[in-house]
């Protein structure tokens, strides 16, 4: 029913920003809450932020407020990740995936994954 779209990785250096894109297609995003989550190779995968339906709440991972900011648009059937102040450690493959709509203590996934998209941090 729903399938998610993610785009605007690429190479920047130390301090730069990137904007991500989860891009949905077969529904509309109002009545999805949507999370990122990102892999690194070799590690776990760890939930960076997620957005309710509405966009009125949002989290954040402890490693990435003041940094990135989630923000979505249900006309446009997107959300957005903005990265900014990247550092290495950003570096991973980021997804986008339909999240809890409940719970915002944490991002939990709960299905309809992306594809991914490269962010790699690097001088």
Same mark, same amino acid.
């Given at each position: ?5 993610? /785009?605007? $990785? #690429? ?5 730069? @920003? ?6 949905? +297609? ?26 309710? /339906?509405? $966009? #009125? ?5 402890? @490693? ?6 989630? +923000? ?52």
């Amino acid at each position: 029913q729903l399938q998610l779209v993610e /785009s605007g $990785g #690429g190479l920047v250096q130390p301090g730069g @920003s990137l904007r991500l894109s989860c891009a949905a +297609s077969g529904s509309t995003l109002d009545y999805y809450a949507i999370g990122w989550f990102r892999q690194a190779p070799g590690k776990e995968r760890e939930a960076v932020s997620c957005i309710s /339906s509405s $966009g #009125g709440r949002t989290n954040y991972a402890d @490693s990435v407020k003041g940094r990135f900011t989630i +923000s979505k648009d249900n006309a446009k059937k997107t959300v957005y990740l903005q990265m900014n102040s990247l550092k290495p450690e950003d570096t991973a493959v980021y997804y986008c995936a339909a999240t809890n709509p409940l719970v915002f203590s944490v991002c939990v996934p709960l299905g309809f994954w992306g594809q991914g998209t490269q962010v790699t941090v690097s001088s």
